[in-house]
Structures are given as C-alpha cells and as structure tokens.
C-alpha cells in the first residue's frame, strides 16, 4: 500500500522519537517501511545510513549513503551527490565503484549533464585523476541552521563550496553593527580570498538553513599540487577569475572597465615568484609592468639624501604597485623588494595598460593625475606615498 504525504511524515515521525531515545533498531525498522520513497527524498536513505552507523552496521551504512548518493544525483542535486560520495569513501577508501561515479560526474555525463546543475571551475577545469585526487582531500561539513563556517579574523585556510543549502557573508559596518551583504546557494564558493591570498577572514559566513559545505584545506592543495603540478594552473585560473578580477574592479584606476573588458584583462596576466631580498623593481629603471601581491609581503623604499634607505611603505596579498609608471616612459622612484619567504605576482604588461588608456579616456586622465599628485608628493621629501 502507498502512504500518502501526511503518512510518511508521521511515521518519520515516530522513527526518529525511537531514535532520539536510543531505540535504534526500531528506528530503523521503522524507517524501512519508507525505504522505497528515498528515491524522491534522498534524505530516507541518508538517515538510515546515520542509524546504521549508530547499531555499527558500516556495510549497510555505506549501502544506504550509495542509494543517497544515486537518489540525489537523479534528482539533479550534483555537489550534494559528490558530497555523500566523499562520505562513503571516508568509511572505505576502496570503493572503486564511488570513484567510478565520481568520474562519470566529473566528465559529465548522466544527470549531472544537466544544464540546470551548477558546476564550479574548481572541478571543472581538473582531469579525471586529478579531480579524484582533490575529492579525496576535500572533506564534508555538515552545518545547523545559525551555525558559523568561519567568524572575522580566523586564518584564511580553507575554501569552501555549498553542497546543499544556503549560506550568509556578514560583514561589518562603520559603527560596528553586522549587515547581512550576501546569501550564496548550491554550488556557490566562499572563502577563496583568504585562502588564495594568504590573510585573515574579513567577514563571517553563517549558515542560512541546514547545509553541506564541501571544505578544501590549503595544506591538503599544497600536497596535491606536490604530485600534480597542473592543479596549481589550473586554481591560478580561478584564481584569477574570482580573486585578480574583483580586486581590479574595486581599483579606482580600473573603475570605468566593463566586466567584459576585465575579462580581458585576466586573459593577459601572468604571474611570477621572487625569493626573499630580491628587487623586484628597482629606482631608475623604466617602468614595463605592474604587479598584484598574489602572496606574499614587500618593501618599498627609496634612497635618502644621505645615501641611506628610507623605507616608505609595505604591502600585502591584494595590494598593487608599479601602476604609474607602467603608464608613462618615466623611470621607477622607488625599489620594491620581496621582504617575505616567497612572494608571487600577477602581472600586468604595458600594452594591456595601453589598450586600455586609448579605449578609457577617463583611465588616462586618472593616470595623468595620479602621476602629478605623486611627483610632488615625492619632491615633498619622498616619504608616505607609493610612487612606482
């Protein structure tokens, strides 16, 4: 006989009062009788999986996550698949047939081909081993409604995906009151500024409803990346995409640029890493680039008149230099020296500057303004201001 909806609430009902009072296998017999409907609410099967775990069952843990994972998949929720996926080799990293479906998921086929699941450009851009790697590393979070992922002023080491559910950025304004500046559903990523850049969270992240948040470590991407070399092209990219591009846009000089053309912007960076003590730009030389601080701290300085070194300002991941004079022939005014273990740039050459200052008016008047402002802020003793 079918149950209705009203039903299968009910004896849900029941299963998990004999749960929460410790009668697991009654709870799970009970839940048995609504086994056949988790093929439409995976959520049967995830939760006979849990009671199972509890009476020490693994075999039939893993057996009900599988008919999860399936269930889910069907019904075009991908991330929470490959999330339940992550579970079940968690309990047995054997299980060649998960890997096998993590695979087909990646190379999209079956349901997760559908346009309507969201895929994200951390998988998607991986070969099979690869993404297999990473999935291995990569570990499942379960979050209860009002629970915070991270708080202001944790370390940035991880970056986050959304599963299932819905997540919010708190931020904070002038007078210290927290405003509520985005909610991010399924298949959204998070955290990619602090983890990408090196620095403390600058904003919380709470959980809206119940979610399953994906978490990759940095000392986890560090390993992969030491047997994987293409991994770290592949998240530069991303980076790029998420990181380099909203950095640009909050740039007053880079301001006008359309969302197209910072696109291709992006497609003409490259990047560079210089060891501790290395100038990186030196007092005199012309200007050919200007560089985004990916990792990484520098110094800037510029030589007294007693012939010492005035230090003038330090800069951090985020952090722009060498943008004045990319745009004109005048020479560098200042040295930047890498002051940290290994400091990585992005670059940005003098045609991309070019193109843009012919196409933007308005970006070579900002030029132009800065470079005055700049010049007689430095014949003002040379001190306080970044004037590369």
């Known amino acids: 006989m079918s149950l209705d909806a009203a039903m299968i609430a009910a004896a849900r009902d ?91 998921l990646h190379g999209g086929q079956g349901p997760a081909a559908r346009p309507e699941v969201p895929r994200t450009p951390l998988f998607s851009g991986l070969a099979e081993d690869e993404f297999l790697e990473v999935l291995k590393k990569v570990r499942s979070v379960e979050c209860v409604p009002g629970a915070y992922i991270f708080r202001e002023g944790d370390p940035g080491d991880s970056i986050f995906l959304i599963a299932e559910g819905e997540v919010e950025v708190i931020g904070s304004a002038k007078d210290s009151s927290k405003v509520t500046l985005a909610r991010l559903p399924e298949g959204s990523v998070f955290g990619e500024f602090g983890f990408f850049l090196g620095s403390r969270r600058t ?58 053309d910072r696109k291709d912007v992006l497609a003409r960076v490259t990047r560079s890493a210089w060891p501790m003590g290395e100038d990186i730009v030196k007092e005199g030389d012309v200007g050919q680039t200007m560089y985004i601080i990916k990792a990484g701290e520098v110094v800037v300085w510029v030589k007294g008149t007693d012939g010492g070194r005035n230090e003038v300002a330090r800069l951090g991941p985020g952090d722009f230099f060498g943008e004045v004079a990319l745009a004109t022939s005048r020479p560098r005014v200042a040295t930047v020296t890498a002051a940290s273990g290994l400091v990585e740039l992005v670059e940005i050459g003098r045609p991309v500057i070019r193109d843009l200052a012919f196409k933007y008016p308005e970006i070579k008047q900002s030029l132009e303004k800065v470079i005055r402002e700049r010049v007689i802020d430095a014949m003002r003793a040379r001190k306080g201001v970044l004037i590369i």
């Open 14 to 104: 029941r299963a998990e009062s004999l749960y929460s009072k410790g009668k697991f296998r009654e709870a799970l017999a009970t839940y048995e009788k609504l086994e056949e409907y988790g093929r439409k609410d995976p959520r049967i099967y995830m939760r006979m999986g849990d009671i199972a775990g509890k009476l020490g069952a693994k075999d039939s843990v893993i057996s009900f996550y599988k008919k999860g994972a399936e269930s889910f998949l069907s019904l075009g929720f991908t991330l929470k698949a490959v999330a339940v996926c992550k579970m079940i080799l968690a309990l047995d990293p054997d299980q060649k047939e998960v890997q096998a479906s993590l695979a087909k």
């Open 203 to 260: 904003m919380d992240v709470r959980a809206v409803t119940k979610a399953t948040v994906l978490e990759l470590t940095k000392a986890d991407l560090t390993e992969i990346i030491s047997r994987y070399a293409r991994v770290e092209a592949v998240l530069f990219d991303f980076y790029k995409e998420r990181v380099v591009d909203t950095l640009i846009a909050m740039t007053e000089l880079f301001r006008p640029l359309t969302a197209e």
